[in-house]
């Protein structure tokens, strides 16, 4: 089965916004992942609704929604009108996180939940088979562009022992850093899906390069 590519339009040119997402339309790519950030949970601002109203009405591909913000419950109803397909919120900044996921299913979408480079593993005991998607932090969330912190390929393994152990069968997602080898080390320890940023935008054939990504085989 090959791998699921959710490339990241944080790296995208936003002066032809349009452009590029035409480029994911004919790609192979499966979903768009659209990271918004608030200047308070991350030290950095993106982009809101608005722009994301504009990308859905651009796209069929499903979308693939990171909020990096205090109080993502807040917005499920938002996240839900510009037509994403999951909604994932970060574990730190939900105290309530098993109340989060069940509004985000009640509200139509698939709950998936983040986990910084500093939050292990283990706190999702409770909460895996409730789960459409984990999402693993494999950069300090905030910018595109930034290293690949290795010890995530060891996150993503004992996460697949989890579900396996579980029988959740949540999907797992990984963000930040994602090239072709560190996309074929974390298929290699049980990744489902690759969010890539900069490699795809960077690249002097986009389309390709997210075709290579998706061709990686997973286990
Ligand atoms: C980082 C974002 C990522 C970012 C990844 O805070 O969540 O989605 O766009 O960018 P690259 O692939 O360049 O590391
Ligand atoms: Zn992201």
Redesign the pocket.
């Known amino acids: 089965m090959g791998t699921l590519v959710s490339p990241?339009i944080?790296s995208a040119d936003f002066a032809h916004l349009a452009k590029d997402i035409e480029m994911l339309n004919r790609s192979d790519a499966d979903w768009i992942?659209?990271?918004v950030m608030d200047g308070v949970f991350v030290p950095n601002i993106s982009f809101g609704f608005p722009v994301l109203k504009y990308v859905h009405e651009l796209t069929q591909k499903p979308l693939d929604v990171?909020l990096?913000i205090v109080q993502p419950e807040k917005f499920i109803h938002e996240v839900k009108s510009i037509g994403a397909k999951v909604m994932?919120v970060h574990y730190e900044a939900c105290p309530h996180i098993h109340r989060v996921i069940q509004q985000i299913r009640e509200a139509g979408m698939e709950p998936a939940v983040?986990l910084n480079p500093g939050t292990p593993v283990h706190i999702l005991d409770d909460i895996i088979r409730d789960l459409y998607m984990v999402?693993v932090?494999s950069v300090n969330?905030g910018f595109g562009g930034q290293a690949f912190i290795p010890h995530s390929l060891e996150k993503v393994a004992q996460l697949k022992e989890l579900i396996l152990r579980t029988g959740s069968d949540a999907l797992i997602e990984v963000?930040?850093g994602v090239n072709h080898e560190t996309g074929a080390a974390l298929v290699a320890a049980g990744a489902d899906v690759l969010?890539a940023?900069s490699v795809v935008f960077g690249s002097a054939d986009s389309e390709k390069t997210i075709g290579e990504l998706k061709s990686l085989k997973r286990t």
């Open positions: 990241s944080l992942h659209a990271d990171h990096m994932n983040t999402l932090m969330p963000d930040g969010v940023g």
